[in-house]
């Protein structure tokens, strides 16, 4: 039998209001493909385990959520979406995913491959190339610049943390919205905490 994680619940409860019902679509198809799944919040978001490894995840963010696979290439070749951090886009509805019948055949997929114990590969063109830079919203880098401290926290931190912070601020669509997500991030970033910090796992 899987597993149901509390903390998913807690996610999705405080998910935008058109962000929940999405999020509860994908676990109920996740859980229905592959019964044996394990939740866990890694990352500051949920993540789906499988045979000893993460099989796919999902999360959410103002104005979209994502959704994606752990050997994405290897699961969905060129099917695949760059645009989000999943792999479908940004999606804004359930209307904007795949038919459940097209998931659950992406699901079990993946679940062959990690029952394989497949690890996820990168294509020969790219296995020398440098990531892209991370896009800093201008607000973040002028008030990082004025805090050397705070700037060498956040320099520390994991790519995916940095890229959390800086989707939330850039995500924001009025300037005081912005300005008050600013404030809050330098704050947390001082503190050597992710923007999802709530969420992550702890060791015990």
């Not at 929940?20 to 385990?49: M, Y």
């Not at 055949?105 to 996820?120: D, F, P, Q, T």
């Not at 060498?152 to 995916?160: G, L, N």
Request: aromatic share 8%; proline share 5%; hydrophobic share 40%.
């Amino acid at each position: 039998m899987g597993t149901r994680d509390p903390r998913f619940d807690v996610y999705i409860g405080k998910s935008a209001e058109f962000a929940q019902p999405i999020l509860a679509h994908i676990r109920e198809v996740v859980h229905a493909a592959c019964p044996d799944v394990e939740e866990t919040i890694k990352w500051g978001f949920p993540n789906f385990s499988y045979s000893g490894g993460i099989l796919c995840s999902m999360a959410s963010f103002k104005a979209h959520c994502s959704f994606g696979f752990w050997l994405a290439r290897e699961v969905l070749g060129d099917d695949m979406s760059d645009e989000a951090m999943g792999q479908f886009g940004r999606v804004s509805s359930i209307k904007e995913l795949p038919s459940k019948a097209v998931l659950t055949r992406y699901i079990k997929k993946a679940m062959k491959l990690n029952e394989a114990g497949v690890k996820a590969s990168r294509p020969a063109a790219q296995a020398g190339a440098k990531r892209a830079a991370l896009v800093v919203p201008p607000e973040l880098a002028k008030a990082l610049a004025r805090q050397p401290a705070v700037k060498k926290q956040f320099d520390a931190m994991s790519p995916s943390h940095r890229r959390e912070y800086c989707e939330w601020i850039a995500d924001a669509k009025k300037p005081e919205t912005r300005e008050r997500r600013l404030l809050k991030a330098i704050e947390q970033i001082a503190e050597g905490k992710s923007q999802n910090w709530k969420y992550e796992t702890r060791s015990s």
